[in-house]
């Protein structure tokens, strides 16, 4: 069982920036891929960015060049860091993990609020 707890989000301007945290409880945090999901008000969640527990990542269209994630596997935590935020990037960004993908993650967090001003 893996549980998992965001932080980071918040309020910011166009072009700012925002770092997202994912803490994870369980020993195995480190051999799932993990992710991070977001859902704008009004719309279904979609996958942004995921990463490997080797390491390889991958990135939506509309958030690559401007998003990187990234894991610490021995703080049991993963990260992903927004960059050059945009009014179309609000809503409610989930953490996820499963192995060995995360198309269909089993364990989601509860979400945090990132909100980017015009």
């Known amino acids: 069982q893996v549980q998992l707890v965001e932080s980071g989000g918040g309020l910011v301007q166009a072009g700012g920036s925002l770092r997202l945290s994912c803490l994870a409880s369980?020993?195995?945090?480190?051999?799932?891929?993990m992710g991070w999901y977001r859902q704008p008000p009004g719309n279904q969640r979609e996958l942004v960015a995921k990463?490997?527990?080797?390491?390889?990542?991958n990135y939506a269209d509309s958030v690559n060049g401007r998003f990187t994630i990234s894991r610490d596997n021995a703080k049991n935590t993963g990260y992903l860091q927004l960059n050059s935020l945009k009014p179309e990037d609000t809503g409610v960004y989930f953490c996820?993990?499963?192995?060995?993908?995360?198309?269909?993650?089993?364990?989601w967090g509860q979400g945090t609020q990132v909100t980017v001003s015009s």
């Open positions: 996820a993990a499963d192995w060995p993908t995360i198309s269909r993650p089993r364990y």
């Open positions: 369980g020993s195995f945090f480190g051999t799932y891929t």
């Open positions: 990463i490997t527990s080797g390491g390889s990542t």
